[in-house]
T-cell receptor, first 116, second 109 residues
Framework: GAVVSQHPSWVICKSGTSVKIECRSLDFQATTMFWYRQFPKQSLMLMATSNEGSKATYEQGVEKDKFLINHASLTLSTLTVTSAHPEDSSFYIC????????????FGPGTRLTVT | GQNIDQPTEMTATEGAIVQINCTYQTSGFNGLFWYQQHAGEAPTFLSYNVLDGLEEKGRFSSFLSRSKGYSYLLLKELQMKDSASYLCAVIPNDYKLSFGAGTTVTVRA
């Protein structure tokens, strides 16, 4: 089956620093990848949609200069949280969609970010 | 925006049956997913409905009525490992999954 990995699985950083999270599709090519954020006891909130080779589309209320997304290849997308603050502490999950399987998304295992 | 409603919490006894309802009002409809999510983990796929009716898959079944904007997930023969959050998600016209807030199911011995 389709597998999506994320790295790191958890990270602790100091306020003001930047953190990069990688999302990889391991056995398929993902033309579209999605980044979600999930706060405790809440559902997944879509942050942005990234298509390979083009700029990411951000959801309303998500700062594109703070959450930098790069989808440089068909198997890799990265999310960089710049100048992180404690309120950015959350569970970040990526998902990937194959071009030929238009509806189903495959989720990565998530990255727990804690900003101190 | 999209509106997807499901109960916040449900509790049931091991071996019992639980039905989680989901109602939705979205800009278009291209299918409905149910996911299971354990704490600290990513969602895992349970079912996908795009046509009206019941889809059965082992202990889990999912039902859809497009005219009513309604779906339910039925969990039979509950096991302790079924304690998790269950997410209802709809694909509207923009093809971006829109999630409900999730239903936390607690299975008691």
């Amino acid at each position: 089956g389709a597998v999506v990995s994320q790295h790191p699985s958890w990270v602790i950083c100091k306020s003001g620093t930047s953190v990069k999270i990688e999302c990889r599709s391991l056995d398929f090519q993902a033309t579209t990848m999605f980044w979600y954020r999930q706060f405790p006891k809440q559902s997944l909130m879509l942050m942005a949609t990234s298509n390979e080779g083009s700029k990411a589309t951000y959801e309303q209320g998500v700062e594109k200069d703070k959450f930098l997304i790069n989808h440089a290849s068909l198997t890799l997308s990265t999310l960089t949280v710049t100048s992180a603050h404690p309120e950015d502490s959350s569970f970040y999950i990526c998902s990937a969609r194959e071009d030929r399987d238009y509806y189903e998304q495959y989720f990565g295992p998530g990255t727990r970010l804690t900003v101190t | 925006g999209q509106n997807i409603d499901q109960p916040t919490e449900m509790t049931a006894t091991e071996g019992a049956i639980v039905q989680i309802n989901c109602t939705y009002q979205t800009s278009g409809f291209n299918g409905l997913f149910w996911y299971q999510q354990h704490a600290g983990e990513a969602p895992t796929f349970l079912s996908y409905n795009v046509l009206d009716g019941l889809e059965e898959k082992g202990r889990f079944s999912s039902f859809l009525s497009r005219s009513k904007g309604y779906s339910y997930l039925l969990l039979k023969e509950l096991q302790m490992k079924d304690s998790a959050s269950y997410l209802c998600a709809v694909i509207p016209n923009d093809y971006k999954l829109s999630f409900g807030a999730g239903t936390t199911v607690t299975v008691r011995a």
